[in-house]
């Protein structure tokens, strides 16, 4: 007989195997929805997640696609680790966009190495300043952090609406919403010809270093992750919780902000209404896959980013519908979160005899 | 009669042509990229029709759904260029500069892109349709029906194309009761049936008794179905969705448009072109006129749509003046299309002001 038993601790080991777990539970699943929607249930997931990177350009663009959703995820593992819900990354991407285009703008028609540090320096403050917003509502007038970051996503299409349609569109454009085209100067280098895998992969490499320093090494850190334990733990201890919860929306926002610079002048080379296919929301999920940690966020990123590029090789191939690869996501986070059932509880077997 | 059938003589020899020779060509596959889910009604359906027109004429076709307008868009197309499509549609004015870009790296592939004006690379053709005539019908419908003299407009983003549709419509009203006003209400969306729906209750509060979108769902004709007062169908005939509400509907069909390119493709004789078709050409249809219409104005209806298909009227004549009674356009003279391709000011008679 097998018995449900709580455990002492959550097991450490459990901590890291259940995303392998969730993913592997994913693949069943979808295996099976692909042969109830009439599909061969292994060929469709080779379609899915061998054929879009089974060559070099393929694999470029797995990387491409995961950049940002890395970068956001790190900075969201900020805001997550202390007991902040920043769930609106893709507002603070958003806003870092419209500022980054905005400089962009400026020096259209420029050419200077100095104009891309300046874009890019202004899509991180932009995310700052945008993320700042739920921050210090949060930490002033005891605002549900949750709730105004959310809001302020649509705050922030809004306001890119206004602009690609309006005041910044293209004077030659024929009042299309979309701007100009930015000039090559401030566009991000890319690594290899023909391939779209630009510079901001190292932005994103970059953040993962950082985080995992400031994580393991750094008081700061230990603060976080006391914080995360318990607020009340924390505040025991003397933390300046107020100034901890504006920290860590600061930087959540300058790693979206900067993955909002990485779409626009790196493969888009504009300002229009879609900037990003919702990175700032798929990202929650990469942060928890990735189980807050800077290396797991890497894996998670690209597992997640796999499930973009299988969804349109198998629409074209296979002729399955491209939105499976948003219930693969959904799936993915399903299973996570119910296999950390694992975390608390362990299955015991009992025997006949003790 | 005669102009008739000597037409379709012609158009007959022409189809028994292009038959012989698509059978001796190589089989042509064609890719379609849409911006939202196929569904059962609106702007991506109606492509979708258009795609199986083309799979109905013999060729093979595969389509993408759902493809975002940001970075996706190109990497989506190269994979199509790739896997041995010869044409690529891309259906929605956010795949321009990624359509172009891919179009220079595969100069056999071509590529047709819906409502837009580059056409980089001698492979990029564009196409659109004149659906402003389909709202020069629905305005002369509008301002017969109307009882208070309000006619609500949702509308979704301040562009020409959207801006030229409200024109057409108040234009075409007006000659039928000067006495109209047409009320915009700014969705800023193509498709968000709560927000549309909103937008509806918010001019039937101020007195419309027929409305008009220019926003992809169902949620405003079924709102005029609950009010009771009628509205008409976008994109795709809306009859079924609100019986009562729906007088006609203004419908995309690009499936003629679709098999030529196609076949052309198959012929060699693909050209770059830009091609702007309204009801003349049959890519812009009027939907069945509901039996509520009075049979004076259905034969109205009729005749103007005959005489749009001919070129008889134009709906942009003159004299057309703009909100504050500047000409826009002379007596006897008709807009051209760069001055329709670009408007962006209101006629007389639209209440409030373009959204800036």
Known sequence: MIKIVKRDQPSKAIFFFTPVLAIFLTLIAGGIIFYILGFKPFEALKFFFIVPIADKYGFSELLLKATPLCLIAIGLSFCFKSNNWNIGAEGQLTFGAIVSGGVALLFYDQEGFYILPIVILAGAIGGM?????????????????????????????????????????????????????????????????????????????????????????????????????????????????????????????????????????????????????????????VAFLGRLHPVGIIFASLVVAITYLGAETAQIFMQIPKYTGQVFQGMILFFLLASDYLLFFKFKLIGSKK | MHKFLIRSFVSSLVLLFTLTVAAVAKDVKAAFVYIGPTGDHGWTYQHDVGRKAVEAAGFKTTYVEGVPESADAERVLRQLANSGHDIIFTTSFGYMNPTNKVAKEFPNVKFEHATGYKREHPNVATYAARFYEGRTILG????????????????????????????????????????????????????????????????IDQGADVIAQHTDSTAIVQMAEKAGVYAFGQASDMDKFAPKAVLTSVENNWGPYYVDRVKAVANGTWNQKDTWHGIGDGMVVISGLDSQMPSDLQAKVKKLQADLASGKVHSFTGPIYDQKGNLMVAEGKTADDGMLAGMMTYVKGVEGDIPK
């Open chain 1, 129 to 285: 300043i945008y993320a700042s917003i739920p921050a210090i509502l949060k930490t002033y007038f005891n605002t549900n952090e949750i709730l105004v970051s959310l809001m302020l996503v649509y705050v922030s299409k809004l306001i890119l609406d206004y602009l690609v349609v309006g005041p910044w569109s293209n004077p030659e454009g024929f009042n299309f919403p979309e701007t100009r085209q930015f000039s090559d100067s401030a566009r991000l280098p890319l690594l290899f010809e023909g391939l779209r895998i630009h510079a901001g992969i190292f932005l994103a490499l970059a953040a993962v270093v950082i985080s995992w320093f400031v994580f393991y090494k750094t008081y700061l850190g230990f603060q976080m992750k006391v914080s995360g334990f318990s607020l009340k733990t924390a505040k025991y201890a003397g933390y300046k919780g107020k100034k901890m919860i504006i920290l860590v929306f600061l930087i959540s926002g300058a790693c979206a902000g900067l993955a909002g610079v990485g779409e626009i002048t790196g493969p888009i080379g504009q300002l229009h209404r879609e900037v990003s296919p919702d990175y700032g929301f798929t990202a929650i999920i």
């Open chain 2, 140 to 203: 002369t419908i509008a301002g017969t029906m109307t009882k208070s003299n309000v006619i609500g407009y949702v509308a979704s983003f301040p562009i020409p194309e959207v801006i030229r549709g409200i024109n057409s419509f108040t234009l075409a009203a007006q000659k039928v009761n000067p006495n109209i006003k047409t009320k915009i209400v700014w969705a800023f969306t193509w498709y968000d049936p709560g927000k549309e729906a909103e937008a509806a209750k918010a001019l």
